[in-house]
C-alpha cells in the first residue's frame, strides 16, 4: 500500500510517498526513508527500491527534496546540499510520529546523491540506525574536480564566480539562473560524453525513467554551498551504526564508494554488483534484485 503524505522540513512542506508492507497492522513495523539522486524526483528509481523493501518487510518513504517536485520552496530548483541533509533527518522526524512505526527501528538509503547526503545526515543523526546507499556519488566532490577527477580546477573557479553573479542578479530582482543537469537532446550530449553521462541521459530523458518533474534543472548559485559540502568527512561518526554501500562492478563512479568505505569504521561493507554500471541499479531488474535482497538483509539484521 502507498500513502501520499506531507512532512515540514526547515519550515518547507515536503511532499512524500509512505509505502507500508500488507498486513502490518497491529504491530509496528520498521521503516527505512529512501532519498532520491539530484536532479530525480520521489516517483523514480526511490520508488523503485521503497516498493521492494515494502514487499520484504520494510515501511519505506520517499520523498521529493525541499525546492523540488512537490515539495515547497523558492527557487526552484535550488541543490542545497545542507537542506538535503535536513530533508533526509525530517523523514526520520515524521516517521517517529506514527504510531504503525518504531521509533527505534529506522534506517536510511541513498541512491546516487543522496548516497552522500544519507551519510553526511547519519554522521550526526543516531535515530539513523542503519546507513545504506546505491550508486553513491559526493556532490561536493564531483563539482569541485568532476567525476574521475577530471576536471580542471578553473572549472570551478569559473562556476563560483557565476554564482556570486547570480546571487547579485536575484538581490536586484532578476529571475534565478537554472542550469540543466542533462541536456534535452542526445545530440547535446558533448562527442567526449562518459558512459555514465549517456545513461543518466537516457534514464532522465526517454520513457524508461522520464518523470515531468524531474531534471528541470539546477539554481546556478547553488554551486557555492555545493563546493563547501563534503559527503564523507566524518564518515566514521556513523559507526557504530553500520554501514553498506553498494556499486556496480561496471560503475564509473565506484571509486567513490570504495573510498568512502575505507575512510568508514566498522562495521561497514562494500557490496559489488557484477556487471552493474551506475544507472544500471536505478531500475533494471537484474540487478536491482540483488542489491534489494542485501539491503532487505541488511536491514533486517541491523534493526
Known sequence: MKTNVTFSSGGLA???????PDGHAGHRSPAVVVSHPGGGVKEQTASVYAERLARAGFAALVFDAAYQGESAGEPRGLENPFQRAEDVKSAVSFLTTRDDLDPDRIGALGICASGGFVPYAAQTDHRIRAVATVSAVDLGHAFREGLGRTQRPEVLQALLDQAGAARTAEARGEAPWLVPWIPAGAEELPADATRQVRETWEYYRTPRGHHPRAVQGWVLR????????????MIGRISPRPLLMIIGSEAESGYVSREAIERAAEPKELFVIDGATHVDLYDKDEYVTPAVARLAAFFGEHM
Open 222 to 233: 547553488s554551486i557555492d554551498q555545493i563546493a563547501q559540502y563534503d559527503s564523507y568527512a
Open 14 to 20: 515536503v511532499a512524500g510517498i509512505l509505502f507500508t
